[in-house]
């Protein structure tokens, strides 16, 4: 291919101020398979604070997230904890399918109830339930407060409320809802009543639960306080249109696959993410033609893919999104096992580039080890990135704690390692389950605890933030538009550049993150 110089670029001096990515990508690497260590981007000029650079950007055609990051869906980083916190701040959980289809359903759910500007599908109970009941269901969904309707369905006359206070000091678990339910006096609010309104009346109330009639008292939704709450403390957080978080969840390419897909949509799953190590397969573009043609409304990701041929094969069938990166993950033996794979750099810039024309936004998905890292990836054309080993160790991902020679770890583990394969992911893998060898594509490993999720992100994000003030990009969309007319600059890093780029020449050191 014949590199010409952008004209808008002309007024750069060659070389002084560094290189456009087309050059780069073209002539510096041309043959060479690189990834985020091996470049890196020369400043801009900085005329705003960090706080006002913009980081909205897209996951797939129609999910927007406020922050560019997403958990994979990795059975040591994404349930419903994870996803909850993710969406809260802005970004998103891919919950993983390494289970069963009930109990994936069922984790999205957790995500779709956890926060609701009105409950739409609210837990009714009928009179006959008991206490034992009621606190079954208070410890599986993590809240009390349920109306009481005599068959527990919506649109039925409300009958009463049982709260928490209502329960916690009856000795006997067998005592009926009915004799313990606060039955009169209760608060509502009409189903005519203005949302705005509404809000102000529960803020108002002293009451945790204010169910919404209709003008025969019959329940047609919930207002719930702590919802409320939520919302005050995560302005940023990513919701769909009823005000619920955001969640996405992994599926894979078997027949079977579309039953679970179909529980995932029934449990309000917003998008989901079609999981293979090489995404270009036919039984891959099946699914997603499948998909796109019964659920038309859900966004479909495809992946996972390093080359445009793949590209445009998922784009034909018709994918929302699509995720980049093999043999990059922290976990991953896929280059060294089955000799292919991508840099991650190279990958994503190309893809990227090839995806834009098609208004498809592109994840990358692995190989990210620290901040920069997510600079660099979004630098080179990423809408957003995925990461494993970098949310694994928070208190949000699944799994507990455990000390080894005194340091406090989680257990991460790739989905293609023998133990995560022999709890069913090994169709990730193309393994057949009857299979008499499999050959293992990840490794079983522990990660440091990285403490609370809701501390360690936004420190990731005030981090992307900084980068972009030092390169003097405002946005994303900013940072498109200096990476196509070639004003976004960056050199190859030689590997004493990359020492020197380094903590290096000291005896000792501690490494606070913030
Ligand atoms: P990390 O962020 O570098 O830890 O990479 C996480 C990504 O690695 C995931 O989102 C998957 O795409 C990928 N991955 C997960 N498990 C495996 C595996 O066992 N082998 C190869 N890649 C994996």
């Known amino acids: 291919m014949e590199y010409t110089l952008p004209t808008k670029i002309a007024d750069y001096a060659v070389g002084g101020d560094g290189y456009d990515l087309d050059y780069i990508f073209s002539k510096v690497f041309e043959g060479t398979t690189c990834t985020y260590d091996d470049i890196i981007f020369m400043p801009g000029y900085i ?11 897209y996951f797939s055609k129609h999910i927007k997230l406020n922050i560019p990051m997403v958990s994979s869906c990795m059975d040591t980083v994404t349930e419903h904890s994870m996803a909850i916190a993710m969406a809260q701040h802005g970004g998103l959980g891919v919950v993983h399918h390494n289970c069963s289809i009930e109990v994936q359903a069922h984790e999205v759910q957790l995500v779709k109830k956890y926060r609701n500007g009105v409950i739409l599908d609210p837990i009714i109970l009928t009179p ?53 339910m606060t039955s009169e006096n209760i608060q509502t609010v009409s189903d005519k009543m203005d949302s705005a309104e509404a809000v102000e009346l529960l803020r108002k109330s002293k009451v945790g639960k204010l169910p919404v009639v209709d003008s025969d008292g019959n329940i047609v939704a919930l207002m719930s306080r702590t919802d409320l709450i939520k919302n005050r403390d995560f302005p940023m957080a990513t919701t769909d249109s009823q005000g619920r978080l955001v969640c996405a969840a992994s599926v894979g390419t078997r027949p079977i696959d579309k039953d679970r897909a179909k529980a995932l949509i029934e ?55 699509i995720r980049i990166g093999m043999g990059v993950g922290s976990i991953c033996t896929t280059q060294e096992v089955c000799a292919v794979g991508r840099g991650q750099g190279s990958a994503v810039y190309f893809l990227a580039k090839y995806c834009s024309q098609f208004g498809i936004p592109v994840i990358a998905d692995g190989g990210i080890g620290n901040v920069g890292h997510i600079t660099k990836a979004l630098c080179l054309g990423a809408s957003t990135v995925m990461m494993g080993s970098m949310l694994a160790g928070t208190e949000e991902a699944p799994g507990k704690y455990f000390y080894r ?22 169709q990730r893998y193309f393994s057949s389950s009857h299979a008499s060898m499999r050959v293992a594509q990840g ?29 003097g990009v405002k946005s994303m969309t900013d940072l498109n538009e200096q990476r196509k007319d070639g004003r976004l600059r960056a050199e190859v890093r030689s590997s004493s550049a990359q020492v020197e780029g380094g903590v290096h020449n000291l005896h000792s050191y501690e490494k606070r993150l913030f």
């Open 443 to 471: 490794v079983v490993g522990s990660v440091v605890d990285k403490g609370s999720l809701r501390q360690y992100l936004p420190y990731l994000v005030q981090g992307v933030r900084h980068g972009f003030q030092d390169l």
């Open 405 to 426: 020679d005194g340091v406090r770890l989680k257990k991460y583990r790739g989905m293609g390692s023998l133990e995560a394969m022999e709890h069913g992911s090994s």
């Open 128 to 180: 006959e339930h008991t206490v034992s009941d009621c606190l079954k269901y208070k410890k599986e969904y993590g809240f009390a407060g349920f109306p009481i309707t005599e068959n527990g369905k919506l649109g039925e006359k409300l009958l009463g409320i049982v709260a928490s206070r209502d329960i916690d000091l009856v000795e006997d678990p067998t005592t009926k809802i009915k004799d313990v």
């Open 267 to 321: 449990a309000g799953v917003d998008v989901l993410v079609v999981d293979s190590s090489q995404g270009d397969s036919c039984f891959q573009l099946e699914m997603i033609r499948w998909l796109k043609t019964n659920y038309p409304q859900i966004d479909v990701v495809g992946g996972n893919v390093v080359t445009v041929r793949q590209c445009k094969h998922l784009i034909e069938a018709g994918v929302d999104g």
């Open 47 to 57: 005329n705003f604070l960090p706080d006002k650079v913009d980081l909205t950007s």
